[in-house]
Structures are given as C-alpha cells and as structure tokens.
C-alpha cells in the first residue's frame, strides 16, 4: 500500500567520489527527476551530479524531486544518504491526514524530523505552545511568596518545556561537491 505525497530533497556537502556509483544508482532508483514533472533523472557519473546541480539559497545542491513519492519519503535513498553520512534536507507537502514534514539529516547530529508549514518552515504545535503558556501564566500568578529558588525551578520547568517543544537546531547544507 502506498500513498503519493509530493516531496523533495536537497543533497549537500562532500561525497567522495567511491560513493558516486552507488549515489547515481539511488538516485535511479528513488524515481526522482530534476524538476517537477520532468522525466526520471538517471545518472551515471560525478559529473552528471554536479552539473544538476542547483542554486539553493545561495548554495549549490543537487536537487531532486517526486510529486509521487510515497507518503512524502524517498525511503531507499534516504537510508543510503544516512548509510554513508551524506548530509540532505527532504520536505513533505501535507496530504489527508498526513502532516507536512521536514527531515535533516547531518552525520554529525543524526537525522532530525519536525512538522513544517507548506514552505518547510519548522512550526511548534498550537497544543504545546497553551501548555507553556499555561505554565508561564501559573508561575508569574503564583509568584508571590515564593523564595528566589522556588521561582528558579519554576522558570527551569518552563524552560524545558520551551527546549522540547523546539526542533533541533541542525547546521544549513554545505554545497554538494565530489572530493578524492
């Protein structure tokens, strides 16, 4: 069973270049194409990669794209990217019950998931931000009477409330470049 869900995905930083025949073979796989609605991008060389290749915010990417992906993921691919610490960045559109998505992957943080709004900006679900701000209205209401320690624990509740609520901060795409 499958469901189709638009997605892309951002390839950066350095893939040596024993990598790229396995790299080229995922990405044939993985059924994506260059740009949305295009035909399946197939390649077969470094060069290939490096040509596709395209300006991201001021950084160069190899950017891919499936408006069928299933259920907003390129599954094999992705596997392989983290398998062989090559850093990427994949959005999902939303779709029925599916919430947009984007996941980050760095070899040096892991793979980060987190809701996202239809630009791919991470957002804090509405029920959790009433849940701190119920917390920070208890604490300043309560306040009175209460030493400097018991407010400082209160504070520190908040605040970890607050720090989980947040996504992982993961450091932006470096440009995709073949080394070795």
């Known amino acids: 069973m499958s469901e189709p869900i ?11 270049r024993e990598q790229v025949p396995q790299l080229c073979k995922a990405i044939e796989d993985a059924g ?3 740009e ?5 991008f197939a390649p077969e060389t470094g060069e290939e990669l490096e040509t596709a290749c395209q300006d991201k915010d001021g950084v160069r990417l190899l950017c891919l ?10 599954k094999l691919l992705e596997e392989f990217l983290v398998r062989e610490r090559i850093t990427y960045r994949r959005k999902s559109d939303a779709k029925y019950e599916f919430d947009a998505e984007v996941v980050e992957h760095r070899p040096q943080v892991g793979q980060v998931r987190y809701p996202s709004d239809s630009s791919g900006q991470p957002f804090v679900p509405l029920a959790t931000m ?14 009175q009477g209460q030493t400097a320690l018991e407010l400082l624990r209160r504070l520190r509740n908040v605040q970890q409330l607050l720090h989980e609520a947040l996504p992982v901060v993961v450091p932006p795409l470096e440009p995709f470049e073949i080394v070795g």
């Open 6 to 16: 638009p997605a892309e995905i951002w390839i950066g930083g350095k893939t040596r």
């Open 32 to 34: 994506v194409a260059l």
């Open 36 to 40: 949305w609605g295009d035909a399946y």
């Open 65 to 74: 794209c499936d408006d069928q992906a299933n259920y907003g993921e390129f």
């Open 130 to 143: 009433m849940q701190i701000a119920a917390t920070i209205d208890e604490a300043a209401n309560t306040a």
